[in-house]
Structure formats: structure tokens, C-alpha cells
């Protein structure tokens, strides 16, 4: 993972005080905020061309440069799709300096034209995000040249139009309906039997279904996101089962950034809500072997007047933990935190992200960096 540590700590001399500058540095950089405009891209699209939907490696590449007067701090890099994996190259990109979103995507599943977003969040003024966009022309080594053109069966008989639900931004409150256009290109019925949905969100309308030879049908998907108890970004895969006599399961993905809506909060509501404090955002765990697992403690306190519920913890890496005992906190109470850094097969700089969604109105989206130097032994 290509991020930039802000400072390097060399001696155990200097460490407290480097330890303290590090606090102090990032109090400063999150107070200050930069317009969208000040952040200039080469382009905020990427073209990858035709590429073979078991192709590896395929990655989109995003440059840009602060032109602004205060650093730009990312705070996250959303997708649309479960298929993609972002990069930043720096976290903190101070002003006249330039950094890269890399954009990994996996074309598995997908053929044809396809379209796909990043979504880069930080402690901008006049925006909630980047849209960056990037675009692939997608085969397989049986595509024929001529566009649409296939032999009978490839793909199975029965034929779906789409590989992905791709839901983006949605509110918590959201009830919508999606659809799938089914077609049996093939010479006898076809039956989806029943859906294997793991999500707990969405269902399949109506099922089974049965479609006729050269028949096409509307199936619906009804989305539902009041029955989900999370935050951030989810992702997944969903089967349909059917009697196709050559590609009997179909595969489907589907991916949906889930938002709470605070800005309809009134401000006496808003005075009254929970308010997350955290004793520190950054973790140093200093230089250690590859394989060691290290342990430091933080400390999470509600300074709200209403109870502080921790909804979802994410890191960006197995190998970096945080499990607190409680995740419902009443007003003035804390919890402490232990992390855990786990360096087995790294190697060099080290900087990991946990992100804590909380129902705190203000600061919804906590990050916690964790710092480590991991050295080979031998």
C-alpha cells in the first residue's frame, strides 16, 4: 500500500517528542479545509480500453495537484463496485504537492462496455467528494470481433443483462426497486428456482420464474436498507439458481456506500446528540521484527449529552485490530481500546487505517492511523 509516513522516527531519543509533533501536526492539518477546485486533476476520467475479463493487474491511474493553501487531508477513497481496490499515494497532500489514486479493478464477471467509480473524500469545503470515473471495454478469449456477436450457449441460455448492482450513496431510510432482464436464448423453459442473498436487504420478487423460449422478463429487486443495522460501504455476491442446462448458477454482484442522513437534525436535536472523542488518531508502534504482534492502548469517550453508539470498525488490513468490550457508550463515559498490530510478512514503512462509524452527527467517520516500521530478521 503506497502511502507516505509524515515524518520518520530513527532514534528511541527522539521519540517522545516526534510522537507529540505527529499529535500536534495533525491537529493543525485537520483544522484547515481546501475548495474542491483547489485540487487540479490531469483528468477525472480513465480510459483502460479492451481488456479479457481474466485479465490481472488492470488498474486505473488518477493524478492531481494541490494548488490550494492549506493541505488536503484523505479521509477515505469509496467505490462503486466491489470489483475495484483504491489507493492514494499520500494521505496528506500539502500545498503544490502532487499525489496518484490508483484504481484496481477485477473484470471478472463483466463483459462489454462498463463503467465504474471512485469517490475520493477529505476535508474539503465546498464538496462531500471527487467523482473520478474510469471506463473498459471488457471480452473474453470466445468473443467474437463483430460487437454483440456469440455462439449459442456461451454464456448459457438463459441470459442476464447485467452482472452488478451498483447502488452508489444511499440513505439509511432508502426503499427503491431495481430490476434484471432475463432472457432464455435457448430451446426449452428455464426456472430460477431461488436466490441464495446473504445481505439481509434486498430481495427477489416473485420467485421462482420461469421463461419461455425467446422469451424476455422483467424480474425485480426490492431494496430495503431500514432493515440494515451498519454504516459504509458493503459489498457482495448473490446466486441465482437455475434449471440452465449449461450455466446453471449465475453469479451477481452488488456493492452500496449506506449513508445516515444527519442534516435534517434540528439544532437543539443536534445539541443533545453524542459527541465521539478519541485520546489519539495516530498509533506508533515503532520498529519491530516481521512477525511480531504489538499492543497499544487508546481511549474512546462520549463528551455527548445522548448515548454514543459504535456502528461499524473497518481496517484497511487484517493485521490491524480494534475491538472494543463496549460499542454503546453513555454520556461522559469512555472505553479503553486495545490495538493490535500484527507484522507478519511486512516489510519497510508500515501505515494502516481503522475507521469508526459512530452516530455522533458532527463526526460521523473516524480514522485512526497506526504507524510501524517492520525490519527482516536476518
Known amino acids: 500500500m503506497l502511502i507516505n509516513k509524515p515524518f520518520s522516527l530513527n532514534t528511541n531519543m527522539y521519540r517522545p517528542f516526534g510522537f507529540l509533533l505527529l499529535l500536534l501536526q495533525q491537529s493543525i492539518l485537520s483544522s484547515a479545509q481546501v475548495s474542491i477546485k483547489d485540487l487540479v486533476f490531469e483528468s477525472l476520467t480513465y480510459d483502460i480500453g479492451t481488456i479479457f475479463d481474466d485479465q490481472t493487474g488492470v488498474t486505473a491511474r488518477y493524478s492531481f495537484t494541490n494548488k490550494g493553501k492549506n493541505p488536503f487531508i484523505s479521509s477515505a477513497i469509496d467505490v462503486s463496485c466491489g470489483c475495484t481496490n483504491p489507493h492514494i499515494t499520500k494521505d496528506t497532500v500539502l500545498p503544490g504537492e502532487s499525489a496518484q489514486i490508483f484504481a484496481e479493478f477485477n473484470p471478472k464477471g463483466f463483459l462489454g462496455e462498463t463503467s465504474k467509480w471512485v469517490y475520493l473524500r477529505g476535508n474539503l469545503t465546498d464538496a462531500y467528494q471527487v467523482e473520478l470515473t474510469f471506463t473498459a471495454n471488457i471480452k473474453n478469449q470466445y468473443t467474437n470481433n463483430n460487437k454483440g456477436e456469440y455462439y449459442r450457449g ?50 427477489f420478487r416473485d420467485l421462482p420464474i420461469t421463461i419461455s423460449p425467446d422469451e424476455r422478463k422483467v424480474m425485480l429487486v426490492d431494496v430495503d436498507l431500514t432493515k440494515l443495522d451498519t454504516v459504509g460501504p458493503l459489498g457482495g455476491m448473490v446466486k441465482l439458481y437455475t434449471d440452465d442446462r449449461f450455466i446453471p448458477n449465475k453469479e451477481l454482484t452488488y456493492s452500496i456506500n449506506y449513508v445516515v442522513d444527519y442534516s435534517k437534525l434540528k439544532k437543539r436535536e443536534v445539541k443533545k446528540a453524542p459527541r465521539i472523542y478519541m485520546s489519539t488518531n495516530a498509533i506508533e508502534m515503532g520498529e519491530m521484527y516481521s512477525g511480531t504482534v504489538r499492543k497499544k492502548k487508546l481511549t474512546i469517550t462520549n463528551n455527548g449529552k445522548s448515548n454514543l453508539k459504535l456502528q461499524r470498525i473497518q481496517s484497511d488490513c487484517t493485521c490491524t485490530l480494534l475491538n472494543p468490550r463496549k460499542i454503546v457508550l453513555k454520556p461522559g463515559e469512555s472505553v479503553h481500546v486495545e490495538v493490535k498490530y500484527d507484522s507478519l510478512y511486512k516489510n519497510g514503512t508500515q501505515v494502516k487505517r481503522i475507521k469508526i462509524y459512530s452516530n455522533d452527527p458532527i463526526n460521523p467517520l473516524t480514522t485512526i492511523f497506526v504507524y510501524a516500521t517492520v525490519k527482516s530478521r536476518g
Do not use: V
Not at 169 to 198: E, P, R
Open 154 to 203: 456461451q454464456y448459457g441460455y438463459l441470459l442476464i443483462n447485467r452482472n452488478s448492482f451498483t447502488w452508489g450513496n444511499q440513505l439509511n431510510d432508502a426503499k427503491f426497486t431495481d430490476t434484471l432482464l432475463i432472457t432464455n436464448d435457448g430451446y426449452h423453459d428455464i426456472t430460477i428456482k431461488k436466490a441464495q442473498n446473504k445481505s439481509g436487504f434486498f430481495t
